[in-house]
Each structure stands twice: as structure tokens, then as C-alpha cells.
């Protein structure tokens, strides 16, 4: 088991996260296993190993980097990163799109499609709030209800 030690965490540590976040990558985006194993010519066996961090991750990486067109060669190796869209969430935002379209009779543009976007983020903080405001509120250090 290769353990060399790259900035203060474990290589093999290192090999696992990029395994784990490939896999939620692929789970993200909503694609096969099976797709990316063809594309990338190599065994289930082999892939699988990959996902779970063993094997030559780096030669692994560099495919799933040129494939996906990931420019960022650190990408897969972040303890936290930011999931690509999934196809059900741009098909549920462009369903929102046309309905809103349809509502207004007239045809959709870039300042539609930015409001519509400032509208639905709108919306998203609303749904986040909301919880928020059944908390009681603190003044100088006193409880005062809503």
C-alpha cells in the first residue's frame, strides 16, 4: 500500500477521495457506469477498484478529466466540491422556464431568462428563511418573540 506522505495527508487518503468523488460525480450528473466504462476502455473490475481509491488513480483521473472536459486537474481531489447539475435539475429549471414562458405570451430572451433566474433564486432564499423566522430573536441579549 503506497502511504507516502503529500502535504501532510496520507497518498492512499488522497487516492480515496478521488475514487469517492468521482463516484458522487457520476451519481450527480446522472451517468452510467457502464457509459463511462466503455468510453474509457477499461474492465468493471478495474473501474470499480478506481472508485474505491486502489489502482493507478492518476492514469484513471487524467481519463475522467479529458472525458467529462474538466480543465481543473485538482478537481476530483477536494474533501468538498461542487456537484455538477444533475439532467433532472436542467430539466426541472427549463420546465419552470417554459411554463413561465407560456404564462407570459411572449418569447424567451436572455433578460427572461436572467429574470426568471433572479426570481427562482429569489424563491430558493425565501426557503431557506423560513424556518428562520419561527426562532425567537435576540436584542442586547434579550429573547423577544416575533
Known amino acids: 500500500m503506497n502511504t507516502k506522505r503529500l502535504g501532510g495527508v496520507m497518498m492512499s487518503e488522497t487516492k480515496k477521495i478521488i475514487g469517492e468523488n468521482i463516484r458522487k460525480y457520476l451519481d450527480a450528473k ?15 473490475g478495474a473501474f470499480y477498484r478506481f472508485l474505491k481509491g486502489e489502482g493507478n488513480i492518476d492514469q484513471f483521473e487524467e481519463k475522467m478529466l479529458k472525458l467529462f472536459r474538466i480543465k481543473d486537474p485538482f478537481y476530483f481531489h477536494r474533501k468538498e466540491m461542487d456537484l455538477p447539475k444533475g439532467v433532472n435539475e436542467k430539466i426541472e429549471e427549463q420546465n419552470f422556464m417554459d411554463f413561465a414562458a407560456l404564462s407570459l405570451n411572449g418569447e424567451v430572451n436572455e433578460a427572461f431568462k436572467e429574470g426568471m433566474k433572479v426570481f427562482r433564486e429569489f424563491v430558493e432564499l425565501i426557503d431557506v ?11 442586547g441579549g434579550e429573547h423577544r418573540d416575533q
Not at 30 to 44: A, E, F, Q, T, Y
Not at 129 to 139: E, G, I, T, W
Open 30 to 44: 446522472g451517468v452510467k457506469h457502464s457509459w463511462v466504462i466503455d468510453r474509457l476502455g477499461i474492465s468493471k
Open 129 to 139: 428563511l423560513k424556518p428562520l423566522s419561527h426562532s425567537p430573536v435576540m436584542f
